[in-house]
């Protein structure tokens, strides 16, 4: 993003999401509004007066993800906010930095066991399906486990799903699975507006549903069917790695949220537990498997 991001920062990541609705019009409303600033543009009020350690500097990007490494060996990456595939400078997690920080926690000797520690409503449908599919792979390589607290929907439960085993705490929203784009329809507010808008393209598809055109039928078929296209890739992840049937599976593709202990009924969540619960449950293994290693000498 550039130094002087504007909304523009964040709408340019507009397109096909996997995320929560309720929480993307919200975002939309608080950019706009100019509640929600990016970093960059977050100022101290009074000369002087230093910046909080998590604001960033003038025209500085957020850090990059990092994990952590408890004392047993339990590895600990934080995907927390929405996600996108580049860092933004309205907060949430990089795709790309994720799978830096998985690649680099299999090779970390430190590295026992992987925790997702997961609390986001979703995001970006770009960069999704690549980490979801290395944590399958990785998982090949050291057990990798999802821990989902407050929030696991869309996007963030597609990657989550693709851990060994999915735990959450019991106030969790989990699930919102489905994926969507939003066409507007603002040929009326132009013609009312006494603006016509006339599109040059080369093809029936270039430059299709421009600002103050109608939206058409064929917009939205055409919509219709780059959406179904990645959503396919979602379903089949969720239903593989958690094993469901497809008649399951498609059962819950309505966009509904549950509470943790209604996401365990349907197969999207393994345990309602507390984070430290879920911690040393992976912890204890390790710490057994050192206590052998060390009576082994």
């Excluded at 944590?135 to 963030?156: F, M, N």
Aim: hydrophobic share 45%.
């Amino acid at each position: 993003m550039l130094p002087d991001a504007t909304p523009a920062c964040f709408q340019a990541h507009l397109g096909v999401w996997a995320i929560l609705p309720s929480y993307l019009q919200e975002s939309l409303a608080a950019i706009r509004s100019g509640l929600w600033r990016p970093r960059a543009e977050v100022t101290p009020a009074l000369p002087g007066v230093p910046l909080p350690a998590d604001v960033a500097v003038e025209g500085a990007m957020p850090p990059p993800l990092s994990y952590f490494v408890t004392r047993e060996g339990v590895g600990i990456l934080p995907l927390h906010g929405p996600s996108m595939k580049a860092r933004s400078k309205y907060g949430g997690y990089s795709t790309v930095d994720a799978r830096r920080q998985l690649r680099a926690m299999a090779a970390d000797e430190r590295v026992g066991a992987i925790l997702l520690h997961v609390d986001s409503p979703g995001g970006h449908v770009a960069g999704t399906k690549e980490l979801a599919d290395d944590v399958a792979s990785i998982d090949q390589q050291k057990p990798a486990h999802a821990y989902i607290e407050d929030a696991g929907a869309s996007a963030a439960y597609w990657v989550a799903s693709q851990a060994r085993t999915v735990a959450a705490n019991a106030m969790a929203m989990v699930g919102s699975l489905g994926t969507f784009t939003v066409l507007y329809d603002l040929s009326r507010a132009a013609e009312m507006e006494g603006v016509q808008v006339h599109v040059v393209s080369t093809g029936e598809r270039k430059g299709a549903a421009a600002p103050g055109t109608p939206v058409t039928e064929g917009d939205l078929a055409e919509a219709r069917r780059l959406v179904d296209g990645f959503d396919a890739f979602f379903r089949a992840a969720v239903r593989d790695g958690r094993e469901l049937g497809a008649r399951e599976a498609s059962a819950l593709w309505t966009g509904a949220v549950w509470l943790a202990g209604e996401a365990k009924g349907l197969g999207l969540v393994d345990r309602v537990e507390p984070l430290d619960a879920a911690v040393e449950r992976l912890a204890a293994p390790l710490r057994a498997r050192a206590a052998r290693a060390r009576l082994g000498r």
